[in-house]
């Protein structure tokens, strides 16, 4: 079965800087997708970024990056320039060939003014 | 045009009740899920359709049943509701593995309280 692991229940960040979001994942699969979701304080469920295992170029998305490391299954999340509107939680999800998308725990990200 | 839609956004009810919630995706993907959040913000998988079939059934208590009238619609019916339940339930859907820009949509949840 698959598992996702976010090591981090929480972090915090001053505006402007820039913040590390761990994540790593098993899995025997070779075909599958990891995704950064956000939830903040509305509730909503809001895709950050996508990668495709298959993909050796990390994803970028404006200040969001990733760094995939296949072989380790690490996905971690680099935010760049942190706005206070990125304060949210940030969920880890693995997605595969069982078609079931399973997250991790979360860690909870704080942009401190 | 809200692309997955749930309702209602919250619900209080008595321990005892039954109760469904609704949910309803226009972006004709295959696969609908039914995800619980508890108060630990810990999102867990409860059951997934994929063209109205049931290909996963986590762990959940038999008085959690899902309906899918049609891929569209997944919805959510509790019976004998117990304090536990009290949690946020999402609804999402997805294309299937490998579509082009494969992702998860979400519903905005469904806040139920039992008292």
């Known amino acids: 079965a698959q598992t996702v692991t976010q090591s981090q229940p929480e972090m915090s960040v001053q505006e402007a800087e820039t913040v590390t979001l761990s994540c790593t994942y098993d899995t025997s699969e070779n075909n599958y997708y990891l995704f950064w979701y956000k939830q903040p304080p509305s509730r909503q469920m809001i895709l950050v970024i996508r990668q495709e295992a298959y993909k050796q170029q990390n994803a970028t998305e404006n200040r969001f990056s990733v760094n995939f490391q296949k072989a380790a299954k690490s996905f971690s999340l680099k935010i760049s320039d942190s706005q206070l509107g990125d304060t949210a939680m940030y969920f880890c999800a693995f997605f595969g060939g069982s078609e079931k998308l399973v997250f991790g725990k979360g860690t909870k990200l704080t942009v401190n003014p | 045009d809200t692309a997955v839609s749930q309702t209602p956004k919250y619900l209080v009810t008595q321990m005892g009740n039954d109760k469904s919630i609704k949910c309803e995706q226009n972006l004709g993907h295959d696969t609908m899920y039914w995800y619980k959040q508890d108060s630990k913000k810990f999102l867990k998988i409860m059951f997934s359709y994929n063209n109205k079939e049931l290909i996963i059934n986590e762990t959940v208590p038999n008085r959690f049943s899902p309906k899918s009238p049609d891929k569209a619609h997944l919805n959510l019916h509790i019976n004998s509701l117990e304090l536990g339940d009290s949690a946020v339930y999402f609804c999402?859907?997805?294309?299937?593995?490998?579509?082009?820009?494969?992702?998860?949509?979400f519903g905005q949840g469904t806040r139920l309280t039992v008292v």
């Open positions: 999402a859907s997805s294309q299937e593995l490998g579509a082009l820009n494969t992702e998860a949509f």
